[in-house]
């Protein structure tokens, strides 16, 4: 899939094979788990940040080699401002799925929230590798690009 995730012509094809690949991360293929990743997304969804990150703990527990619940508790733990520890499972994610351009996506949103401008574009540089149809990750790749070579934007 990710070969034809870069190889697609048109916006279509490239978010059809999006929404593949993010469905298959999603489930772990164990029926609780993947009972227990639809109920913790619901939380984080509603904003109970805490049941959430309880909820994708216990999914990490269980699952310790399925990267969808590294990926998710990383997201939490970001929107709950913890940076070190969403950096942390994100490394876990991309070392178990190092294909995971929403991992990357999302390591570069953190970097920019700590004002590492060239680690960000670095990791969105690599999200872009993967999957070359995320629009707004190529412009702030761009924006970053154009920042620190001294260009204004």
Not at 40 to 62: H, K
Not at 69 to 84: D, E, Q, S
């Amino acid at each position: 899939m990710f070969t034809e995730l870069k190889s697609a012509n048109n916006k279509h094809k490239a978010d059809s094979v999006t929404a593949e690949i993010w469905s298959i991360w999603r489930y772990a293929g164990d029926p609780a788990v993947d009972w227990m990743m639809h109920e913790s997304q619901r939380y984080m969804t509603v904003g109970e940040l805490d049941s959430a990150l309880g909820g994708f703990a216990l999914i990490i527990n269980a699952a310790p080699e399925f990267a969808g619940g590294w990926h998710k508790r990383a997201t939490v733990y970001f929107l709950m401002g913890n940076y070190p520890a969403s950096i942390k499972d994100i490394e876990k994610t991309v070392a178990l799925e190092p294909r995971h351009f929403g991992a990357f996506a999302g390591l570069g949103l953190i970097y920019l929230h700590l004002g590492q401008e060239r680690a960000a574009l670095k990791a969105l540089e690599r999200a872009l590798e993967i999957n070359p149809h995320l629009s707004g990750t190529r412009q702030k790749v761009y924006e970053l690009r154009e920042k620190l070579n001294g260009k204004k934007i």
